[in-house]
């Protein structure tokens, strides 16, 4: 895991900037509709400091525990009403726009998604490449006649026009268990269609090592075996390996890139191995027992070394997409559309057991995952905003009470009955809602808590 201190950091940026987004979209609509908002508070508990706008009807806070907020309204079930402001209640204001309240804030995570892809878009966004690099033996993709060298074209009709884009299109496409066509442009340079059978593909998890469970790895530069950094406290470090070494050799067996290295470390966790190394002229033996990292049930070595990537080593295996103003703004609506139904796709796998809860993130994987992609670059981390922005509207739109969308759901009952639900049923259902995310936010911390620890 990246440094504490720089995730945490990422995760609270990400989280303030997406909840004051989504609550302002509850905010405008409210304003809009002509409801009174008391507060707005970006943060729980009590304020640290707080003024009032212009009109001073509102205060704006900023509390001192960063992960949420909310829009306090006028509302006679929370407080008396002065009889000459009931207007502004939003308890009284008709369904129609108690509803579009509601809306507003995952609404707002949803344009706030569209308007970044559509800046990355516009500026120019780079990818990897979409060509095979590798295809497991005995996989799924050797059947389909997936060969090295294969340029990906297109799924089901779709352009993929990098490595990314290929991945997406081929997970979201494997949801309806219906055959996928998979257009390629072959290293001698034909035009042919791999088939990938839709039952095997729907049968495999939607989680990171999706391509991976398929058999096919995209195309990578080779790269030297030249160390570049060690982990204090891993066992590169402690087998005496330096930045600048260069590994010759492993148990005699000469090493000419560095995935060869990966490959030799991973395959023999807690065992000892005999390294020949290169340093400032001299070659010398060190001896080095990987430790053991379990992934996916499987147990693997680690050394805690990371290499040296020569300047410009992935230009020629990159690509880069850009779209003019009314093109991009059309392909961030379909990625932020197309995002969502394959979320709630996934989500609704986990709930019948065909999709792994191991596709859940509690704040510890998101934090990680911020600190991660904020150590990359700020596109990246902007990227992963949008991304995230696009879960927060989604997650609450879940119809659980104590959510928006269970709000919804009581509305929406209201709708059918002509009157509302008693106060005692929305707080027995309220109850219920706090019950099953306390359960899901266990579940999640459980699953993060138990990758870390391997």
């Not at 979320?343 to 065909?354: A, K, S």
Request: net charge negative; charged share 20%; aromatic share 8%.
């Amino acid at each position: 895991m990246l440094d504490l201190g720089y995730a945490i950091a990422a995760f609270i940026v990400a989280i303030l900037l997406l909840v004051t987004v989504h609550e302002f979209g509850h905010f405008w609509v409210a304003r809009k509709l002509g409801v009174k908002v008391l507060r707005f508070s970006i943060g729980f508990g009590r304020p640290l400091f707080s003024w009032y706008g212009r009109s001073g009807d509102t205060e704006y806070a900023i509390a001192a525990l960063p992960l949420g907020g909310y829009v306090k309204m006028l509302d006679e079930r929370e407080e008396e009403v002065d009889p000459g402001e009931r207007h502004l209640a939003f308890n009284t204001q008709p369904l129609w726009k108690r509803s579009a309240i509601v809306v507003g804030g995952p609404l707002a995570n949803f344009l706030f998604a569209i308007l970044v892809y559509w800046g990355i878009l516009l500026m120019g966004e780079s990818g990897l490449r979409p060509e095979v690099g590798s295809v497991a033996p005995g996989s799924i993709a050797e059947a389909a006649a997936f060969q090295p060298g294969d340029l990906v074209q297109g799924v089901d009709g779709r352009e993929t026009a990098s490595w990314s884009r290929f991945w997406y299109a081929l997970l979201s496409a494997s949801q309806d268990g219906e055959d996928v066509d998979v257009a390629v442009r072959t290293a001698d340079g034909r035009e042919v269609v791999r088939i990938l059978p839709g039952v095997e593909l729907k049968a495999l998890d939607p989680g990171r090592g999706f391509l991976a469970a398929i058999g096919l790895d995209s195309v990578s530069p080779p790269i030297p075996p030249l160390i570049a950094e060690v982990v204090d406290g891993e066992p590169a470090q402690r087998a005496g390996l330096l930045p600048g070494d260069r590994v010759l050799a492993i148990d005699g067996r000469p090493i000419e890139d560095w995935s060869e290295l990966v490959e030799a470390v991973r395959s023999h966790p807690d065992a000892p191995m005999s390294l020949r190394v290169s340093r400032d002229g001299s070659e010398l033996e060190l001896a080095l027992t990987p430790a053991v990292v379990d992934v996916e049930g499987t147990r693997i070595g680690r050394i805690g070394a990371g290499p040296f990537i020569p300047e410009g080593l992935y230009d020629s295996y990159r690509v880069r997409l850009q779209y003019g103003p009314v093109e991009a703004l059309g392909e961030a609506v379909q990625r932020v559309g197309d995002l969502s139904m394959l979320t709630l796709r996934i989500v609704g796998r986990m709930l019948v057991g065909t999709a792994s809860v191991e596709n859940l993130s509690s704040p510890i994987g998101i934090a990680d995952a911020a600190g991660r992609t904020a150590s990359v670059g700020v596109a990246p981390y902007i990227e992963f905003l949008a991304l995230l922005s696009v879960s927060l509207g989604l997650l609450n739109l879940l119809p659980i009470p104590v959510l928006d969308g269970g709000h919804l759901l009581y509305f929406a009952i209201e709708a059918v009955r002509r009157r509302p639900l008693s106060e005692e049923l929305q707080a027995q259902g309220q109850r219920i809602g706090i019950a099953l995310i306390i359960s899901l936010m266990t579940l999640a911390f459980y699953v993060d808590i138990a990758r870390l620890l391997g």
